[in-house]
């Protein structure tokens, strides 16, 4: 089964949290990316930042979790986008 959690918790996470319930977990502002890795989600969707999307994308990523970036721009840094990259 696919799980998921939410990395931010603004406008749109909270709104894909009330639309599609059962976010095994969220990670919001101020709190542990540590924490939130060990909830295991399948899939993680970023709806925070593009700097959340190039400081928490890397480590979940390496945690073996996708990745569904919502901060497209943070993508235009190319180091941002070789740290997010799979490896060849």
Do not use: N, W
């Not at 709104?15 to 095994?24: E, K």
């Not at 990523?61 to 070789?82: N, Y």
């Amino acid at each position: 089964m696919i799980s998921y959690g939410i990395v931010g918790y603004g406008r749109i996470g909270q709104r894909l949290a009330a639309r599609l319930p059962g976010a095994v977990a969220i990670l919001k502002r101020g709190e542990g990316l540590d924490a939130f890795i060990a909830r295991k989600p399948s899939i993680a969707v970023e709806c925070a930042s593009g700097q959340a999307l190039a400081a928490y994308g890397p480590s979940i990523l390496a945690a073996g979790i996708d990745l569904v970036p919502l901060s497209l721009t943070a993508l235009a840094d190319p180091d941002v986008e070789h740290r997010l990259r799979p490896p060849p």
